[in-house]
């Protein structure tokens, strides 16, 4: 069965750190990859998204993913975090069946 | 603008009651979703339906029962049946059931046993 298996269930930052968010997928075929947020008190909203093409995607508010297929893995980056990005973090992926989700990362970022 | 609109934002179960969740869509999606969110483990598929009058079950339908009779609504009910039901429902759609396509989602019910 398909899985997603983000590393870090909680991360704390303090402003203007760099950001790396580990995601990794288990589907071994043609593979959708997304990654959601949802702030505090909010819905969850798409960050970014990959279906083919290059390899780097760019998404809102500066964050981007990079597939590296070899490794199976779809990981969230941004150089420079600031407080408002204080939310939790979700990788998804969709093989041959159902969008399927990681557990999730918390990040909290100190001002 | 258009959106998911999920309601209540809270709500109580007494034991051995069912309760039914509302969702509607007004962005004319064909696909909708029902989740439920626990602290550690991500969010799971209750059920979802591709198109209006049909809907398959998930990853975790014991216990949930949904009906799709119009295109932009999805409610969902939690049955007595269901014996963990204190979580974070959370109502999702797309413009198709295809991969490519994003979910969109609400604001989501909090539900919790009395």
């Known amino acids: 069965a398909q899985s997603v298996s983000q590393h870090n269930h909680h991360v704390i930052l303090s402003e203007a750190a760099s950001l790396e968010l580990g995601c990794n997928y288990s589907?071994?075929?043609?593979?959708?990859l997304f990654w959601y947020v949802q702030y505090p008190g909010q819905h969850l909203q798409l960050l970014l998204k990959?279906?083919?093409?290059?390899?780097l995607v760019k998404g809102i508010k500066g964050f981007e993913a990079e597939f590296i297929k070899s490794k199976f893995s779809f990981n969230l980056r941004k150089p420079s975090v600031q407080w408002s990005d204080t939310a939790e973090y979700f990788c998804?992926?969709?093989?041959?069946?159902?969008?399927?989700f990681g557990q999730g990362t918390e990040l909290s970022v100190k001002p | 603008d258009g959106g998911i609109t999920q309601s209540p934002k809270y709500l109580f179960r007494k034991e051995g009651q069912n309760v039914t969740l509302s969702c509607e869509q007004n962005?004319?999606?064909?696909?909708m979703y029902w989740y439920r969110q626990d602290p550690g483990q991500g969010l799971r598929l209750i059920y979802y339906?591709?198109?209006?009058?049909?809907?398959q079950k998930g990853d975790i339908a014991e216990g949930y029962s949904v009906s799709r009779e119009k295109k932009e609504s999805f409610p969902l009910t939690v049955t007595s049946a269901q014996k963990n039901p204190t979580a974070f429902y959370l109502c999702?759609?797309?413009?198709?059931?295809?991969?490519?396509?994003?979910?969109?989602f609400g604001d989501g019910t909090r539900l919790s046993i009395l």
């Open positions: 998804a992926s969709r093989g041959g069946g159902k969008l399927i």
């Open positions: 589907y071994g075929g043609t593979v959708n």
């Open positions: 990959y279906f083919s093409g290059d390899p």
């Open positions: 962005l004319n999606h064909d696909a």
């Open positions: 339906s591709q198109i209006v009058n049909d809907f």
């Open positions: 999702a759609s797309s413009l198709q059931d295809l991969g490519n396509q994003p979910q969109h």
